[in-house]
């Protein structure tokens, strides 16, 4: 097993050499030609089952593509799977995972928070499965007898909540669980090393990296990936293989740019910790935003999403949102540029209110996602917005008191004695 820097500058690419070329070749076909057709017909039945040989013909675009397969290889090794199966978007990805873990009709237990997308999948009803909304500490007791799957997302979208893989694993039993490792990166965190059963990436934020590819991807087993390809077969989910080159071509960078993304995101963090203008600060290198030492025992860093509360609420947010220069206003995450959102305007929209407030996805609250730029430059930026949404500025002479406390799940974390600022 090669170190993660070399795995996503080589993986996916064995074949090279041997095929004469140095960047992975765009097959854009959309049929194949058949030699014989005894041998398309043993083609055709290996695909429909779900196989991935890239030995045998394609026959249809639909069952199987080379280039998409390219990436689906480097995947699999960063996440230390047997396999990878990419899919159009993120939430087609969770789509596919729970059409193949049998879950229309039955129950699934997932913990809040989850991308907003993903919430409103499951709290909707649209795919028919009863939802049970657990916390970390409240999964075992949650499990039915036809429970088919445990959906987790940590560090969670938005909040950067951190949740214990290994504990989910282990109060999960025999139901399988699922690990949206979108916001960690597989350079951060392996859930299938941690027990988990699948890992699931939107692959449209940081294994993009550059805010012009949709996709998703699973990381399972072979077994399991066999399950999720005749979903993707049976229901056309499928990754365009122009898709495929990019997200290849940028896997090569991915090691980079989160390390360089985070390095600015801890420091940002930190800063903010001491804004006078805001309120809460949430990044999992903040001791209080990780009690349990989660970060430590789980992952590798603590990643490029934070988030803070600005003084002042809704409008002191939208205020920020307005007021960036440098800042890109903008919904997703994981770009090489710096994006600010505001989740319960915009992300986080379609989440039930009340699911909304138990979460602590305020009306103050804003997402960063921090991207490589110069962090000074990031600084000001965020300073001057801040200063126009709050009269408060770092530069300036009011000094407010030191906050580092996150926006976290009420009863998961208690609740620091003096923390928080007079009303
Ligand atoms: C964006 C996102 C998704 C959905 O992915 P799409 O590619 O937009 O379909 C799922 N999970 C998380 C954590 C996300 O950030």
Redesign the pocket.
């Known amino acids: 097993m090669t170190g993660i820097e070399t795995t996503v500058v080589h993986g996916g690419r064995e074949d090279l050499r041997r095929l004469g070329v140095h960047t992975p070749p765009l097959d854009r076909s959309t049929t194949y030609p058949v030699r014989t057709l005894a041998e398309g017909t043993e083609d055709l039945d290996h695909l429909a089952d779900g196989g991935g040989d890239p030995h045998h013909s394609p026959i249809y675009a639909r069952l199987h593509n080379p280039t998409v397969a390219r990436w689906e290889r480097g995947i699999a090794e960063l996440e230390r799977a047997e396999a990878a199966v990419a899919f159009g978007?993120?939430?087609?990805?969770?789509t596919a995972t729970l059409l193949a873990a049998g879950a229309i009709g039955r129950h699934v237990v997932a913990i809040r928070p989850?991308?907003g997308?993903?919430d409103h999948l499951l709290a909707s009803g649209l795919l028919h499965i009863r939802t049970t909304w657990a916390t970390p500490d409240t999964v075992a007791e949650a499990i039915e007898d036809d429970t088919v799957l445990v959906l987790v997302?940590t560090p969670g979208?938005p909040t950067l909540t951190l949740v214990d893989i290994r504990d989910v694993v282990a109060q999960a039993g025999d139901v399988p669980v699922l690990v949206?490792n979108?916001?960690a990166t597989p350079i951060l965190q392996r859930p299938l090393t941690l027990g988990a059963t699948w890992a699931?990436h939107?692959?449209?934020?940081a294994l993009g990296g550059h805010g012009d590819v949709?996709?998703?991807v699973v990381a399972t087993s072979e077994a399991r990936a066999r399950d999720l390809r005749q979903v993707r077969v049976a229901t056309g989910a499928l990754l365009d293989p122009q898709a495929a080159a990019l997200l290849h071509r940028s896997l090569q960078t991915l090691a980079l740019r989160v390390r360089a993304a985070q390095a600015n995101a801890t420091e940002l963090a930190r800063r903010l910790a001491t804004h006078p203008g805001v309120l809460r600060v949430s990044h999992p290198s903040l001791p209080s935003c990780d009690q349990r030492g989660i970060v430590a025992r789980q992952m590798d860093g603590p990643g490029s999403l934070l988030t803070f509360e600005v003084a002042g609420g809704l409008e002191a947010a939208g205020t920020v949102m307005e007021s960036v220069r440098l800042l890109i206003p903008a919904v997703?995450?994981g770009a090489n540029d710096t994006l600010i959102e505001h989740p319960a305007g915009l992300t986080h929209r379609v989440v039930d209110p009340s699911a909304l407030a138990s979460t602590g996805i305020g009306p103050g609250l804003l997402r960063v996602s921090v991207g490589v730029e110069d962090v000074d430059d990031l600084w000001a930026d965020l300073d001057q917005a801040i200063a126009v949404a709050t009269g408060f500025s770092v530069h300036g002479a009011v000094q407010g008191p030191e906050v580092e406390r996150c926006p976290a799940v009420p009863d998961q974390l208690p609740e620091p004695a003096g923390a928080g600022r007079p009303a």
């Not at 978007?89 to 969770?94: L, Q, V």
């Not at 939107?202 to 934020?205: D, E, G």
């Open positions: 978007s993120g939430m087609a990805a969770i989850l991308y997308g993903t997302e979208n949206d979108t916001f699931l939107s692959a449209t934020k949709i996709a998703g997703s995450l």
